[in-house]
Nanobody
């Protein structure tokens, strides 16, 4: 499966962005989708994921209550809605996929190219 992330940009603290991840190549609904991010000088970290059916989204504690994950299997697209953004959310955000889920970076097999999110204070 090929993944294309989009929707990043520059936003002020407290603002919102919605990232999209468009998939092509194979049956999107066969894949568990994850969102991960990498801030400058830091390791890549798991932000959240969503099951194949979309019934079980979850996010990391660091973004809980601010970020939500969803997917539309009819559009072959996953989303990361980010609200109440903070400067520490600044990172390159990646969407990724696998067939079994997980919250480790190493769990993910297929990766999009990343989209930059910058939050100014």
């Amino acid at each position: 499966v090929q993944l294309q992330a989009s929707g990043g940009g520059l936003v002020q603290a407290g603002g919102s962005l919605r990232l999209s991840c468009a998939a092509s190549g194979r049956t999107f609904s066969s894949y568990y989708m994850g969102w991960l991010r990498q801030a400058p000088g830091k390791e890549r970290e798991f932000v959240g994921g969503i099951s194949r059916s979309g019934n079980s989204p979850y996010v990391a504690d660091s973004v809980k209550g601010r970020f939500t994950i969803s997917r539309d299997n009819t559009k072959n697209t996953a989303y990361l809605q980010m609200n109440s953004l903070k400067p520490e959310d600044t990172a390159v955000y990646y969407c990724a996929a696998n067939t079994r889920g997980g919250s480790r970076v190493s769990d993910y097999v297929y990766w999009g190219q990343g989209t930059q999110v910058t939050v100014s204070s």
